[in-house]
């Protein structure tokens, strides 16, 4: 019986980035509040409620999530804070488990940004990998955007983490090299990382927003890489 393969997908800054996207394309928004420290959560009018995520520039000044709209306001004055919207964070969580569904009917759905998918012996690991994963969606059909992608709206890639690589992050891993050499343990690993870096840009690139993939033989270690 082969190894099972399976993928951990995990919105970054969810409500945040759908947020963001959102008012880039939607709004007509010039500032991406992923660049600023922001976050969402509470009521900003009635100075109430707690935050329920931040940006990365918002970590430096060490708020946290759960902590009031009170003390995080005290720890960054011009802190931007928006309101939730869990609208738009469900058609945006539908609009990704779209994709998702492309790739395997194995799918469960963890949270609102989050799912396990079980790839273990799909066509994608077989078919998908034949190129470089930047050309390797060229014959897939388009899903349409809740959110979609704006020039304006072009977010950093984070690497995808492998487990079995040992835990190491890894970038674009290029066409099937003719040998599998110590770095890949086997054949189906390799196209496996292929396929989630693919996977990572589709999302990006339709969406607008970005995810992390841990890539494991347990749902586990999956979401642990």
């Not at 008012?23 to 500032?31: D, E, K, N, Q, V």
């Not at 955007?145 to 487990?163: E, H, K, N």
Request: proline residues 6%; glycine residues 4%; hydrophobic residues 35%.
């Amino acid at each position: 019986m082969p190894d099972r393969i399976i993928f951990h997908i995990d919105v970054n800054s969810a409500f945040l980035s759908w947020e963001a996207c959102y008012r880039l394309h939607h709004l007509g928004a010039t500032l991406d509040l992923r660049t600023i420290p922001s976050a969402v959560g509470g009521d900003q009018s009635r100075r109430h409620g707690i935050i329920l995520t931040k940006s990365i520039p918002a970590k430096k000044y060490h708020i946290k999530t759960g902590e009031s709209l009170v003390e995080a306001r005290k720890k960054c004055p011009d802190l931007v804070i928006v309101p939730p919207n869990y609208t738009l964070y469900s058609r945006a969580s539908r609009a990704m488990m779209e994709i998702l569904k492309e790739y395997t009917d194995t799918i469960e759905k963890y949270s609102i940004d989050e799912a396990f998918l079980d790839m273990t012996g799909t066509a994608g690991l077989s078919t998908w990998c034949t190129s470089s994963p930047s050309s390797a969606h060229s014959s897939a059909s388009s899903t349409p955007s809740a959110v979609p992608m704006s020039d304006q709206c072009t977010p950093q890639m984070d690497p995808v983490v492998c487990a079995h690589a040992g835990s190491h992050r890894i970038e674009d891993p290029g066409p099937l090299p003719e040998e599998i050499d110590a770095t890949w343990k086997t054949e189906t690993e390799y196209r496996a990382v292929c396929l989630a870096f693919t996977l990572k840009e589709r999302i990006r690139s339709e969406l607008g927003f970005t995810v992390n993939i841990g890539i494991s033989s347990n749902k586990l270690l999956a979401k642990m890489a």
